[in-house]
């Protein structure tokens, strides 16, 4: 759900929604015309080496829906212009995600370069994935609350790539693109809407925009992708699919530590206190969220402008902090707004972001940690049930799930 940063998040305007019309209007796509053959279903899947990235692979490479996966994957996760097989299935094998000699022929992997206007592939490959995809889903994006706005022009350069590629010829493609809460959390900083359920619908950037990079840059996103659904409807079928918290694996506890729970855990275990948090988390494990994903995306109807997927079985935090507190030698709990002073206080004095992570992310924990994760916004989810049989059978996150998470932590050496 969250992300590394080294210093605090600021917008680059004084009024943020000028500046998100301003990128909406610059990063908007003006397709080419082009007729390719249809074929079998083929999904071009980005951000395939992050955490929800990879586990769509696994649920897309799974389904015999599917005929193939392009893995478009940055040149920057390469050293050379080529992809190797063998290294990419070894990073999906650390993340514990083993594929079957029949689902690895499914795979393609190719590199690009995001903000060439051909991503960087000849005329003769470009036009080869153009005439072949059928899907898409654009789940890339950094992890990295820190700049500002106008340090993601190149994710909007990319997505409008992405839409040149998909909208050209006869053929309707589905656009998937993976959004996230943050783009409608200002309305959790609102104390007279805190808690109020968020429709599945566009936001008005007015009263959306935060000030925060991230979270305007995926409302810029937002936007691009109604514009190009408003303008070429004959080419794009376009579906805006706003994410909620995403943990780590059920199924084998992974979870990365640049979120911001395991970087609340680290931090308290610093001071030797928890923070008494209120409310109530939607957590839903990554492997979970991927087949949500991956079921609206191969619904057979038409879908909705805008979906939302978050778990809908809500959780106290403060049973949660009963299950991970002994386990962590963690018994004494203060104000949050106390905690997160002496977290900072802590770590300024010793310089330590590695004991004190909470220092990386400190502007989203002042601003947006309670309103993210602690009930302040909660998505509706109605018409995403209606696509996905997995989140209508969701349940709560079990303790032994949640243990699975802090023990993972523990054989990483992250608490050490």
């Known amino acids: 759900m969250t992300v590394i940063a080294s210093s605090p998040i600021q917008s680059d305007q004084s009024q943020p929604w000028q500046e998100i019309d301003r990128l909406v209007e610059k990063y908007s796509a003006h ?23 990879s586990h769509c692979l696994a649920q897309l490479v799974q389904s015999n829906q599917v005929s193939e996966v392009i893995c478009l994957l940055r040149n920057s996760q390469s050293p050379s212009p080529s992809v190797s097989p063998e290294a990419y299935r070894h ?4 993340k514990k995600i083993f594929l079957s000699e029949v689902e690895w022929s499914k795979v393609t992997l ?3 370069v995001p903000t060439d206007s051909r991503l960087g592939l000849d005329a003769s490959e470009y036009r080869d994935v153009q005439r072949r995809i059928t899907h898409v889903i654009h789940a890339a994006w ?13 994710q909007f350069q990319f997505l409008r790539h992405l839409l040149i590629l998909a909208s050209c010829g006869a053929v309707r493609r589905r656009f998937l693109f993976v959004s996230s809460i943050a783009a409608v959390a200002q309305r959790g900083l609102t104390p007279a809407h805190a808690g109020e359920l968020i429709e599945e619908a566009s936001m008005v950037t007015q009263k959306s925009a935060t000030g925060l990079g991230y979270a305007d840059g ?11 659904a408003a303008t070429y409807p004959d080419e794009l079928e376009i579906a805006i699919v706003r994410g909620g918290p995403i943990e780590g694996s059920r199924a084998t506890g992974i979870w990365t530590t640049k979120e911001v729970v395991p970087m609340m855990l680290r931090s308290s275990l610093s001071i030797g206190k928890l923070p008494q948090l209120r409310g109530t988390l939607s957590w839903m494990p990554v492997d979970d969220a991927a087949a ?9 109807h038409p879908l909705a402008p805008v979906y939302q997927v978050e778990n809908p079985i809500r959780q106290a935090w403060s049973d949660l902090l009963d299950t991970v507190g002994p386990v962590l030698g963690l018994t004494t709990r203060i104000p949050f707004d106390e905690w997160r002073a002496a977290v900072v206080e802590a770590a300024e004095t010793e310089g330590s972001t590695r004991r004190y992570p909470v220092l ?41 799930v949640v243990l699975k998470f802090v023990q993972h932590w523990k054989d990483i050496g992250y608490f050490a």
């Open 31 to 53: 397709p080419d015309t082009l007729d390719p053959k249809l074929e079998k279903a083929v999904v071009l899947l980005t951000g395939s080496s992050g955490s929800l990235g």
């Open 91 to 94: 990073q999906l094998q650390e």
């Open 110 to 112: 190719i590199t690009c």
């Open 142 to 154: 950094p992890m990295d609350f820190r700049p500002g706005l106008s340090s993601l022009c190149d």
């Open 218 to 228: 995926k409302i810029v996103c937002e936007k691009i992708l109604e514009r190009a």
């Open 292 to 300: 949500v994903f991956c079921e609206i995306l191969l619904a057979p």
């Open 360 to 400: 990386k992310l400190k502007a989203f924990f002042a601003r947006l940690f309670q309103p993210a994760v602690c009930g302040h916004v909660i998505l509706a989810t109605d018409r995403s049930r209606a696509c996905s049989p997995t989140l209508r059978q969701m349940r709560a996150v079990e303790d032994e």
